[in-house]
């Protein structure tokens, strides 16, 4: 079974220049998640889909990233302009469902902002 | 106080012993609890999920305490490949977002 796939694995910018990540997930995984670690920290949850529909996106800097599910299946996300702080890997994962499922995660982006 | 507090370690152990992490939770609604296993550079994979009444697999063992809000794990006789970081995840219904604690790294030795 193919996993989560993710792409750029880096990408180095600098601050206010523009960036997206893409991601592909599990065959078959309705719900799918963008999540931003900083180094040291556990993941956050900027965006959860279900299917092409928006579950969660509380937590995402509305102002300057935005992120589209066209046709429920692949997924991209966009940082317009980017700050030093947004240095981070972005991780994606896909579930089956969202409720009591674990999450299988991509190999993430590792986005240095110089 | 944070979401999902995890002992931030790290932890320095010799092969053969046991360790054990526990985590915090802040919102009594949560449903669904899981350890996560990252290593370093690498993404996070699930280790295993936490049910009531307590599950094992292995040499790992999973306990929930919802009276408390805590969760932990117990690790026996650690290995040297069981160097990583052990990230608590807690999840709710209804819409509540999954959350990861900041993580708790173990570094066993030979």
């Known amino acids: 079974e193919a996993g989560v796939a993710q792409s750029p694995r880096y990408k180095i910018i600098e601050k206010r220049q523009s960036v997206a990540f893409w991601c592909n997930p599990i065959s078959g995984h309705a719900t799918l998640y963008w999540y931003q670690q900083i180094l040291g920290q556990g993941p956050k949850l900027l965006i959860q889909?279900?299917?092409?529909?928006?579950?969660?996106d509380s937590q995402l800097p509305k102002d300057r990233f935005s992120a589209e599910r066209l046709k429920g299946v692949d997924s991209t996300l966009k940082i317009q302009p980017a700050k030093l702080e947004d240095s981070a890997v972005y991780l994606c994962a896909s579930s089956f469902r969202s409720t009591n499922e674990k999450l299988f995660f991509g190999s993430g982006t590792q986005l240095s902002v110089l | 106080r944070k979401e999902v507090e995890q002992d931030p370690g790290p932890f320095n152990v010799p092969e053969g012993a046991t360790v054990a992490f526990n985590c915090t939770y802040s919102?009594?609604?949560?449903?669904?609890f899981f350890w996560y296993r990252q290593d370093c550079r690498k993404e996070p994979k699930l280790l295993m999920s936490v049910y009531s009444s307590g599950n094992e697999d292995g040499r790992f063992t999973a306990q929930l305490n919802r009276a408390s809000q805590y969760i932990s794990l117990l690790i026996r006789d650690s290995k040297l490949s069981d160097s990583a970081t052990y990230l608590c995840v807690v999840k709710g219904t209804g819409g509540f977002k999954t959350i990861f604690g900041a993580g708790t790294r173990l570094f066993v030795k030979a």
């Open positions: 919102n009594s609604a949560s449903q669904s």
């Open positions: 889909f279900q299917n092409n529909g928006v579950v969660d």
